[in-house]
């Protein structure tokens, strides 16, 4: 690995890490985050710990998530990271290969760390969600600008109200090379759709 992969990546690393505790991690990672799409998907279902046997042995996940779309059958596979040091890319590029071994749709982090320059470069290209968990208070504290169709209200400074936690998605840009950072509050309407989009990969249309 070279220097620049072990640096931690800037857009995951602007906020403070948040003050939580594993239950309390546990709790949004399941309910807040994965569950608030149950209104986005058909048949959701999130299970915590749950055992699955792959093609090289059995994996015992953070947590899983199922629904159908189209008619077909969908298994995301989530490993959240109650962390302080950053996230390297080998613990990516392990739970890639536990996606291949089960035959998952789709691989997601949820991080209370940032992530390394390595892990985020092997996560855009292989398609599996990183996410990062701050405090709101950070967040709304810092932000100025005017609503756009991925901030919400209270994001732009207009209202009081401030979630204790938000999360973060990091994906590929519009740009080659480039990082598009999302926030995602549990306050904002669009934010049970950009969970099933952009955390659990529902299909477009």
Request: proline share 7%.
């Given at each position: ?47 915590l710990h749950e055992k699955i046997v ?79 968990v701050t405090e709101g208070r950070f ?43 999302w926030l995602m509050s549990p306050d ?18």
């Amino acid at each position: 690995m070279s220097e620049d992969d072990s640096r931690v990546a800037r857009p995951t690393a602007l906020y403070p890490q948040p003050e939580i505790t594993p239950s309390e991690f546990e709790k949004f990672v399941a309910h807040q985050l994965l569950g608030s799409a149950d209104s986005k998907v058909n048949d959701l279902v999130v299970t915590l710990h749950e055992k699955i046997v792959g093609t090289d042995g059995v994996y015992d996940f953070d947590a899983t998530v199922r629904y159908r779309f189209a008619g077909m059958s969908f298994l995301v596979l989530v490993e959240a990271k109650l962390h302080k040091n950053p996230i390297k890319r080998e613990l990516v590029q392990v739970l890639h290969q536990k996606v291949q071994s089960v035959g998952a749709h789709k691989g997601v982090m949820v991080s209370t760390a940032p992530y390394q320059t390595g892990a985020l470069q092997f996560a855009k290209v292989h398609g599996i969600a990183l996410v990062t968990v701050t405090e709101g208070r950070f967040v709304f504290n810092t932000r100025d600008a005017a609503p756009t169709p991925h901030t919400s209200r209270e994001e732009a400074g207009e209202g009081f109200g401030q979630p204790r936690f938000v999360a973060h998605h990091f994906g590929p840009g519009g740009k080659p090379g480039t990082t598009q950072a999302w926030l995602m509050s549990p306050d904002d309407d669009e934010y049970p759709c950009y969970v099933a989009e952009l955390v659990l990969g529902q299909p477009s249309g």
